[in-house]
Every structure is written in C-alpha cells, then in structure tokens.
C-alpha cells in the first residue's frame, strides 16, 4: 500500500533492520500475543521510534552544524516526545490479540526496505 503513495524515508542501521525483521519472523512464527512477544514488539518500536525521531529533528540540526545548546534543547524536546509515545505504544500492545499482533507484523515489513543498489 505505501508504494502506491507518496512517502518521507528515514534511514535506520543495517543492525535495525536486520534485528526487526528476525523479530518479526519471530513473532510471526509464535503467532502469539503473549507478554514476551509484546515486550519485544515494545523495543523494537521504541528503538524505530528513536531512528526515526533522531533522522528526522536532529539529522537537519547536524547538517545545518546548530551550536551545542540548540542541539540540547532539541533533544530534550525529543526525548520528551518518545517519553509519551512509549506510553501510548505500551498501552495499546497491552491489549493487543493474536490478530492485531500480526497486522503490526505486517506493518513493521511494509514499512522496513533494503538500501538501493548503487
């Protein structure tokens, strides 16, 4: 479905991509929403969250080389914003069921690609 629309990207390191994508084979292979596998889904959400965030607020401060001060507001702003994503994140796997688990699952390779070749 995405590729049938226009989207952002945000690079994560190969050692993400490659940890989520096991973790989804994982899961899938449980096929069980059980405290493990939400506790896993959690971290692995949580890190892609963290790429995601610092690509997308920190990457142009680098880029644009904001002093040291503006980078420690923007990271305090950031850490706030995942602070409460993590509790949002947390509250709805709670009650995730055997079916939604796997919809997540789906979404997490959708939205996961490998590096183009040069």
């Not at 959400?45 to 923007?74: C, H, K, Q, Y």
């Not at 919809?103 to 390779?109: K, Q, T, V, W």
């Amino acid at each position: 479905m995405l590729k049938q629309q226009s989207h952002i990207v945000a690079p994560i390191p190969d050692e993400l991509r490659s940890r989520a994508l096991s973790t989804v084979t994982e899961l899938r292979n449980r096929g069980k929403a059980d405290k493990q596998a939400i506790d896993q889904l959690f971290e692995l959400i949580v890190e892609m969250t963290d790429s995601g965030l610092d690509f997308f607020f920190l990457e142009p401060l680098r880029r644009l080389n904001a002093s040291s001060m503006l980078m420690g507001m923007a990271r305090v702003g950031i850490s706030s914003m995942l602070k409460g994503s993590k509790m949002v994140v947390h509250k709805v796997l709670k009650k995730l069921d055997d079916r939604s688990l796997a919809a997540i699952l789906d979404f997490i390779e959708e939205i996961i690609h490998e590096p183009e070749t040069a």
